[in-house]
């Protein structure tokens, strides 16, 4: 009996749904793949937790650094000195070490040079490449011999004679180099000239130790300029030597102001240190008054100390402007807004703000998600149009209102992503570059009572235009998406994605809450984006992996329609039945705005769930009278790319 009853249940369900495919359209959706099981391909373990913390046994390498250069303005060179204090916490043996040589990208017959075709690149240099590149004149142990070391483009290998032990053995090398600052390299370091002398904006100018760590052991992909960093982290002591009538700004604390600036100035940073509103330094009419600078020696050094940092770069030019106000963190904890910029850039409207712009970035952005971390934030006018490293950035001299407000947000947001959290960009670039972009929207909706604030988007057309079936999925490396695509796919696209699910999937308190603790678990830490997907949905308390997969992993499109409306016994008082489809391969939840005959507009709000086993689904609706029109995503919040679908009309 019951056998006989369960097979007439099937065969009218298969009827009712034969009878419904006869009436939908051709739907490219299909629901086992985007709830497929195992999205995650691994187990947790004792290195990273099932949840997305890292585990009992998390570890990571470590990289101190002491760093002395001397600046040529007549030649433009740099010469340094570098003292590396290496720290192996993993469980093996490391019997060699491998170094990043970032400067080789701008030498003659590079990888990097290679690979720019003839329109040309952001991401190479300009002009004279043949004095480009490190000369390593040495790499010896800390009192003990020289090192065999093989350079490769921009890897070094050096070979050690012992290695260095597991779970927490040393090694100290000392290394001696020299490189010509390039005119304009790959968008994140150069020279402009100004009618007061050159800017040197220099990073990527010591050989830096690429990550060991329990994903890729190695991480040594080579620098060919699309890609950004992955980097340890340790402490930085910093001797910047440069000419006497330049000032100088690095990353973190300067420890000697009173040998480097002149009394009235050290006069002026007190100020600056307690003001909340912008205290000018050095004046323009005083950037070529020789007593702006302190008297009677031909050079200059600066010691700067930033700890617990992924990296640290500088900048030097007798033609700086500059200007700071004190910044309020969450803990009290004292650091300063600076800016530095030359007199073609002054003014009000241009970076006569720009102080004003790094101080409410940084107070926002540490009160939403994670204290800034670093005695002082600089921003430096340049020749570089955009880029972020700790405690300093360099924008382009150029910018001005919204654009400088943008430029100057977006780069101290790094501080969160990848400063703070020290994902590999050089993989995953949009963990840095789309989070960051996320970030920025609610700063930029914050300051100043919405002064930059942008309008709200439409989802619909950015969802067309982020979906394209040309472009690469966001889960691609920065070297693996075509130049042009860029800016989708590592900063707007996956930027969107955590707007859509703060805004539309988990709402703003889950979100935040997700984030927040994201951040806190994986600060000063390596996370991959498995350790991101967990941990958004292990705190936020919803199964996410039909969303990771279709905008994340790949480069599905939503097209969600309304096909029909009837009622109950064809009676609308009694309730109507709504005909949805999913006409592509990603799902999303669904909002629909019902209006009747009589012009009440009412909402119904249906789950991502409803498509886990359909591809048409049919949506009760406690009617009263007769529908006038159903409307998907009346809001416009989703990326549904096909709008002619979403309306019905009676």
Not at 148 to 175: E, H, S, W, Y
Request: charged content about 20%; aromatic content about 12%.
């Amino acid at each position: 009996m019951k056998l006989k009853l369960i097979a007439g249940g099937m065969l009218a369900a298969l009827a009712f749904i034969n009878m419904a495919n006869a009436q939908a359209p051709v739907s490219n959706y299909n629901y086992h793949d985007a709830f497929a099981p195992f999205f995650y391909t691994k187990n947790g373990s004792e290195f990273r937790a099932a949840d997305g913390q890292p585990g009992p046994k998390y570890w990571q390498n470590r990289a101190d650094y002491q760093l002395n250069a001397r600046l040529n303005d007549q030649t433009n060179e740099v010469t340094g000195s570098e003292v590396l204090n290496y720290t192996n916490n993993s469980p093996q043996k490391l019997d060699f070490l491998w170094m990043q040589l970032d400067q080789n990208l701008f030498k003659q017959g590079s990888r990097g040079e290679a690979i720019i075709p003839p329109s040309g690149s952001r991401n190479g240099g300009r002009g004279d490449l043949s004095q480009g590149g490190y000369t390593i004149k040495s790499v010896k142990l800390v009192g003990g011999p020289e090192l065999k070391f093989t350079i490769n483009d921009t890897r070094m290998q050096v070979f050690l004679p012992q290695g260095v032990a597991p779970n927490g053995g040393q090694i100290k090398l000392a290394i001696e180099y020299s490189f010509i600052v390039p005119q304009y390299g790959s968008d994140r370091t150069g020279i402009q000239d100004t009618k007061n002398g050159k800017i040197y904006t220099v990073a990527q100018w010591y050989p830096r130790m690429y990550v060991y760590d329990d994903v890729q052991g190695w991480n040594m992909l080579p620098y060919t300029g699309p890609s950004e960093f992955y980097l340890e982290y340790g402490d930085f002591d910093i001797n910047i030597t440069a000419p006497a009538n330049h000032i100088v700004f690095a990353s973190g604390e300067l420890l000697n102001p009173q040998e480097v600036y002149t009394p009235e100035q050290l006069r002026r940073w007190a100020a600056a240190e307690k003001s909340e509103q912008t205290v000018i330094i050095r004046s323009a009419d005083e950037v070529t008054n020789p007593a702006s600078r302190p008297a009677g020696k031909k050079e200059l050094t600066w010691h700067f100390r930033i700890k617990n940092a992924r990296d640290a770069s500088w900048a030097s030019s007798a033609a700086f402007i500059v200007d700071a106000a004190k910044m309020d963190l969450p803990s009290g904890k004292k650091s300063t807004a600076i800016s530095a910029y030359p007199v073609e850039s002054n003014g009000n409207n241009a970076w006569g703000r720009s102080t004003e712009y790094v101080k409410k970035s940084i107070e926002f952005n540490s009160k939403k998600w994670f204290e800034y971390p670093y005695p002082a934030a600089t921003a430096v006018a340049g020749v570089v149009g955009g880029m972020e490293y700790p405690g300093i950035v360099f924008c382009n001299w150029k910018s001005k209102s919204k654009d400088l407000w943008g430029v100057n947000d977006h780069e101290f947001g790094h501080t969160w992503f990848p400063m703070i959290v020290g994902s590999n960009e050089r993989l995953y670039g949009w963990m840095d570059e789309g989070f960051n972009t996320f970030i920025n929207t609610l700063s930029t909706a914050d300051f100043n009572n919405g002064e930059y604030a942008n309008k709200k988007m439409d989802m619909q057309k950015v969802g067309a235009y982020l979906t394209r079936p040309e472009l690469e999925p966001v889960m691609s490396n920065p070297e693996n998406l075509k130049e042009m695509n860029n800016g989708i796919l590592l900063y707007f696209k996956p930027g969107m994605g955590l707007t859509m699910l703060r805004e539309t999937i988990l709402g703003p308190e889950r979100f935040d809450y997700a984030f927040r603790t994201y951040v806190a678990r994986w600060a000063f830490k390596h996370p991959t984006p498995d350790d991101f997907f967990r941990t958004m949905e292990n705190v936020g308390g919803e199964s996410l992996q039909w969303f990771w997969r279709g905008w994340f992993v790949n480069n599905w499109r939503l097209d969600i329609g309304v096909r029909d409306v009837k009622y109950i016994n064809n009676d609308p008082s009694k309730g109507a039945l709504i005909t949805l489809d999913n006409l592509d391969k990603m799902p999303f939840p669904v909002t629909l705005e019902v209006k009747t005959v009589s012009g009440k507009v009412q909402r119904l709000t249906l789950p991502v769930e409803i498509w886990e086993r359909n591809n048409s689904f049919m949506a009760k609706f406690p009617s009263s009278e007769e529908i006038q029109s159903v409307t998907v995503d009346p809001d416009k919040t989703s990326p549904d790319y096909n709008t002619d679908n979403n309306v019905w009309k009676k």
